[in-house]
C-alpha cells in the first residue's frame, strides 16, 4: 500500500492527485485519532463515497492505496466499474436500490449495504446466481439497511428495526448472499452519538442470532467520529476526501 507520508511529492504533476493524498491524508488521521480516543485495537475499513466524481478519481485514489469505493447510483457505478476493470477496487453499492437493477448490481459489486426490504433480498440472490453460474464470482457480501429516524418527517432510508431480525434470516438462507451485518445513515439534526448508540444495541441484539453479522457501516464526512467511538467497521466518507460535487456543463 502507498504511503500516505509520501504522497503530495508523488503528485507534481497532476494537482487533482495531490489534493486528494492531502485530504485523504487528513481523512487518516482523524480516523486513527477517534480509533485511539474509543481505545480500540481494529481501525474501521475505509470506503471512499465517488459519487458524482469522475472515474479518474477513483483511478488516482487507488493509486494512494484506497481499496474500496462506494456508489449511490447504479447507472454510475456500472460505468465506472466497467471502465476500471483494471484496478483491485471492491465496488460498494450504498444508495437506494430498486429490484430490477440486481441483475446490473450482481455483475460488479462486492457488496451492497443497502438492503431494506425482502424483495431485493430475492432479487439479488436471483441476480448473484445468474452472475455465478456464468463467472464464478464471490457471494455478495449484504448489509440490512437499518432507520434510525424517530419521526415521520425525516427519512433516511432503511427498514425499521422490528423487522431486522426478518430480513437477516431471509439472506442467511438464501445461496449466494453473506449477511454482513448492518448499515445506517445518523438522522438529520440528530445527535449523531445517539442514533449510533441506538445502532451498537440494534447490531447486538441481530448477533444474538446471528453472530457472524458483526459488521456495522455507519459513519460519513461529518459524524465519523461518533461512529468509530459506537462500534464502526466500516466508514463511508465522501466530501472531506473528494470535496464538492464537481459542477454539471
Known amino acids: 500500500m502507498t504511503s500516505p507520508g509520501n504522497d503530495e511529492a508523488r503528485w507534481d504533476g497532476d494537482a487533482r492527485a ?3 493524498a492531502g485530504r485523504l491524508l487528513a481523512v487518516r488521521h482523524r480516523i486513527e485519532a477517534a480509533t485511539v480516543a474509543a481505545a480500540r485495537s481494529d481501525a474501521p475499513r475505509l470506503i471512499v ?90 457471494d455478495l457480501d449484504c448489509f440490512i439497511q437499518v432507520s434510525l429516524d424517530n419521526d415521520a418527517g425525516a427519512h433516511r432510508g432503511g427498514a425499521a428495526p422490528a423487522v431486522v431480525g426478518d430480513l437477516a434470516a431471509r439472506i442467511e438462507t438464501a445461496a449466494g448472499l453473506r449477511l454482513c451485518g448492518l448499515m445506517a445513515v445518523a438522522p438529520l439534526g440528530s445527535d449523531p452519538e445517539e442514533a449510533f448508540a441506538d445502532l451498537s444495541r440494534i447490531s447486538a441484539a441481530l448477533r444474538v442470532d446471528h453472530p457472524s453479522a458483526t459488521a456495522i457501516s455507519a459513519g460519513m464526512s461529518q459524524d465519523l467520529e461518533a461512529a468509530v467511538k459506537f462500534g464502526a467497521t466500516h466508514l463511508r466518507i465522501g466530501s472531506d476526501i473528494l470535496g464538492s460535487r464537481p459542477a454539471v456543463g
Open 18 to 20: 495531490a489534493e486528494l
Open 49 to 138: 463515497v465517488t459519487k458524482f466524481h469522475p472515474a479518474g478519481d477513483v483511478r488516482r485514489l487507488a493509486a494512494l492505496g484506497i481499496t474500496d469505493v462506494g456508489e449511490n447510483r447504479d447507472q454510475e457505478a456500472a460505468a465506472k466499474a466497467a471502465g476500471l476493470t483494471d484496478l483491485d477496487v471492491r465496488w460498494h453499492f450504498i444508495g437506494q436500490l430498486q429490484s430490477n437493477k440486481a441483475k446490473s448490481v450482481a455483475n460488479y459489486a462486492s457488496s451492497v449495504q443497502s438492503i431494506d426490504r425482502p424483495q431485493l433480498v430475492d432479487a439479488l440472490a436471483k441476480a448473484v446466481a445468474r452472475e455465478q453460474d456464468a463467472t464464478g464470482r464471490a
